[in-house]
């Protein structure tokens, strides 16, 4: 399989376990910069040193928020989304309240995609809903994508790499069906091989978010 831009633009380079150092962030800045990725991903805490080691750089500052079982209230996620963004991360992967679509509480679901979406596009920045494929019935990924439609986001994501499994092809080809044009997928959970990541591309993912990303694009150089 082969895409149509470099596979090192698909990336995210992530880090997101809990112990993760000052060390560990300038490493994958400065892996994403000499990789020519399209982003990097790490915890809220760390976004200012991010910022300041891609300063002046084309690549995006990427943070989660109510990461990673993302039932927190609406305005605890709304008020680390603001401190994220005046901290200069410029993408937001917000991960959907699991708890409240378990209970089926669809209104809050909505709402708060609603609430964050407007709030990260008053700032001009992009807004990903984290959907948590792995664990969601076929029915309740049908839902979330209808919100995710009515709501506007940016991008739908798969997984946080947390909870359930991670990216799957049958999530992908999901969200692809159902989602506007204008929507686009980001892939996360699992990809660890040059053979996967070419896969969910090829089925529509815009991004691949990744901890395994040097290793995959030195696979493809061997």
């Not at 909870?163 to 959970?189: D, H, P, V, W």
């Not at 660890?192 to 030195?218: F, H, P, W």
Request: charge should be negative; charged fraction near 25%; include cysteine.
């Amino acid at each position: 399989m082969a895409t149509s831009k470099p596979l090192a633009s698909y990336f995210e380079h992530t880090v997101l376990k809990p112990d993760t150092s000052h060390e560990d962030v300038e490493r994958v800045c400065r892996e994403a910069l000499q990789f020519h990725f399209a982003g990097v991903c790490v915890p809220p805490y760390f976004v200012e040193q991010a910022a300041d080691l891609l300063q002046d750089s084309d690549v995006d500052l990427v943070t989660v928020i109510g990461f990673p079982y993302g039932y927190s209230t609406t305005m605890s996620k709304f008020q680390e989304m603001e401190d994220a963004m005046q901290a200069g991360a410029y993408h937001m992967d917000m991960v959907i309240n699991i708890a409240a679509v378990k209970a089926q509480d669809w209104d809050l679901v909505e709402t708060e995609i609603q609430t964050l979406t407007r709030l990260a596009h008053s700032e001009d920045r992009i807004v990903k809903v984290i959907a948590e494929s792995g664990i969601m019935s076929e029915v309740e990924l049908d839902l979330i994508i209808r919100i995710a439609n009515d709501c506007g986001i940016d991008y739908l994501k798969t997984s946080t790499g947390m909870n359930g499994t991670g990216a799957t092809a049958e999530a992908i080809e999901q969200m692809r069906k159902g989602l506007s044009a204008g929507i686009r997928i980001k892939a996360s959970g699992g990809i660890r091989t040059r053979e996967a990541a070419l896969e969910m591309i090829s089925l529509g993912a815009d991004r691949i978010g990744a901890s395994a990303s040097v290793a995959i694009m030195q696979e493809g150089a061997n």
